[in-house]
């Protein structure tokens, strides 16, 4: 590996230490060895450093991304990732500065990865607002930092899946991936972490925040956030209503669909979320179900990213383009069968393919 | 077109009528003028061949049978398409009896399509017993048939659209289109009709019959059937318990998630969801949401077909299918990223397709 290269459109990050670690050494990479021996030290600019390497645009700095991933692979895979989705103003920041601070008195290493692949829409959305993760911020044994974005799901989940082995490499067991539930990004989250937990509003008012349908039937744990104050009691209402609910739409057995009303200022909700959470994890672990869900998502990637290869072959391909538009409206206008177009599309796909 | 040619492996008929044709047609295939003529003065024993000649495996068939479709093609389109599905034993076909009874009565002439993508697993299930539609099957105003199956779903999709749209150039302005809510039906059948119906039964027991995840979220009316007896009372528990959770679930405004508790068995049940059912067409047409439904259909089973060529390029390529094996292997014992074996993969498929 021969490093020293520039780094091309570094993504911001939250953290002072990486920051200054970045202008230091912004001016040239440093070999791939010396990255996979700082990040096995715990050093947190180092593993920030390689995942700007991670999300850059430059082939080269791809190219020592890839040498540090595969020297870490070894040491990557011990820990337990959880998702954390909702829409905007569900308080998902704050719940995970509880959650990772309650985590780490227990002695665990506390990574957040907050992905947000509509972040165009959503721009600023996850991690904004700095003091929602005050107390995190301040604990040695935490590390956040806001993931790449991008519109092409494949992508931003192979940058995130390299980020959590990375994360994993320098000792964090306890990886929080932050998405909005909104878009793409929770079929993103759901394939790249092992249990998924939805965040909730008590009074209603989701479907005018884009929530998609169907995320509720995804989700391993409900929780009904901010039940505090005046809205506990309807939040434990609410609770009530969505476990009848979920049962019925997911054919649980009766107490395993997790619903909790819970509130990120209670300690006592903290922990009793930490516990649901460890007592799922635990069961995957130990009935081999953790092994097999990796597996699948491990296929799904490969699956998926060889789907976005043909799928930007279509959209690359000004003439297939141009093709595609044209059949698509004999179709409407009801001149050709959707059957026929697909045929005559798919032929000219291959003659291009032949000849290009 | 030079018509003539012995149809390939027919489908089963239900209607004595339309077996009578079959044998007495069996031997050679009409031009398609004549099937155009009969099937246009509503001739029940040419449109029931003209359906076995799409469903037929040889081209000669196949072509007849396209000429025939597109003379009949500005003739479609005037009818409600109305899916219907439900596990095995939930008691469609009673329901679609007396659905069925209902709109002849009414003036309508009604078409019922079985349609089963896989049923080399239900075998017989649907329109299995006769007698369950036999009301039905002695109106001049009916024709009842069961429809192609496979495991191709786009191929099926394709045989049902173009039995539709025979079907309404013969007059028949009612489509019921029955299906079991298991595998890909659901997916296939929400695709294809204008409306979806799904059949319950009182008390739990769908998931043991392998129901999908998703499928009340996608019904635009749920009936919890067998509503009379002993079950009358449960039916409602149920059916109000449904129309809360699909509220929740679906986000529909309070006294839209369209969920009855109903009797097969009494004729003021199924005259109110007769009502019910031509409120939902009447408003789908007024606003324009019929023709923006129906465009979107042709869009996803453009997609749909052209997605299924390139699946069955894979799959037809024994080179290419060993080398996806081979890849998910090392993917899965965790030797190499998916998202390079993707790329491996696609490299692959785009030098055999530019060899082939």
């Given at each position: 590996l021969n490093g020293k290269h520039k780094p091309d459109r570094p993504?911001?990050?939250?953290?002072p230490e990486v920051e200054r670690?970045?202008?230091?050494f912004k001016k040239e990479i440093p070999p791939a060895e010396e990255f996979v021996r700082k990040i096995r030290e715990g050093d947190k600019a180092w593993l920030?450093?390689?995942?700007?390497?991670?999300?850059?645009?430059?082939?080269?700095?791809?190219?020592?991304?890839?040498?540090?991933?595969?020297?870490?692979?070894?040491y990557a895979g011990n820990s337990f990732r959880i998702g954390i989705t909702g829409v905007p103003g569900v308080g998902k920041s704050s719940f995970i500065d509880r959650l990772g601070t309650h985590y780490i008195r227990r002695g665990h290493k506390v990574a957040v990865l907050a992905v947000d692949p509509s972040?165009?829409?959503?721009?600023?959305?996850?991690?904004?607002?700095?003091?929602?993760?005050k107390s995190l911020l301040e604990e040695e044994n935490s590390f956040i930092r806001p993931s790449p974005s991008g519109d092409f799901l494949g992508g931003v989940a192979r940058k995130t899946r390299e980020a959590i082995i990375l994360a994993e490499a320098a000792g964090y067991d306890r990886i929080l991936v932050e998405t909005v539930g909104v878009g793409q990004s929770e079929v993103y989250v759901?394939?790249?972490?092992?249990?998924?937990?939805?965040?909730k509003l008590p009074a209603a008012g989701d479907e005018l925040q884009g929530m998609k349908r169907g995320i509720m039937e995804m989700a391993d744990l409900i929780l009904i956030n901010k039940a505090?104050?005046?809205?506990?009691?309807?939040?434990?209402?609410?609770?009530?209503?969505?476990?009848?609910?979920?049962q019925l739409f997911t054919y649980r057995p009766a107490g395993e669909a997790g619903v909790m009303a819970v509130s990120s200022f209670s300690d006592e909700d903290v922990s009793r979320v930490l516990?649901?959470?460890?007592?799922?994890?635990?069961?995957?672990?130990?009935?081999?179900?953790?092994?097999?869900?990796?597996?699948?998502?491990?296929?799904?990637w490969f699956d998926?990213?060889?789907?976005?290869?043909?799928?930007?072959?279509?959209?690359?391909?000004?003439n297939l383009q141009r093709e595609k538009e044209k059949l698509y409206r004999l179709v409407v206008e009801r001149k050709i069968s959707p059957f026929d177009a697909a045929e005559q599309l798919w032929n000219k796909i291959l003659r291009q393919l032949k000849n290009s």
């Open positions: 993504s911001a990050s939250l953290n670690s970045y202008k230091r920030g450093r390689a995942i700007t390497l991670i999300e850059s645009q430059s082939p080269a700095d791809r190219e020592v991304a890839q040498a540090v991933i595969k020297a870490l692979l070894p972040s165009s829409v959503h721009k600023g959305s996850l991690l904004g607002d700095k003091t929602r993760m759901r394939h790249i972490t092992d249990m998924l937990v939805l965040l505090d104050g005046a809205l506990k009691e309807e939040a434990e209402r609410a609770a009530r209503t969505f476990r009848n609910a979920l516990e649901h959470l460890e007592n799922f994890y635990q069961k995957l672990k130990s009935d081999g179900s953790l092994e097999a869900l990796r597996n699948e998502q491990l296929k799904f998926e990213t060889l789907q976005e290869y043909w799928q930007n072959l279509l959209r690359s391909n000004e």
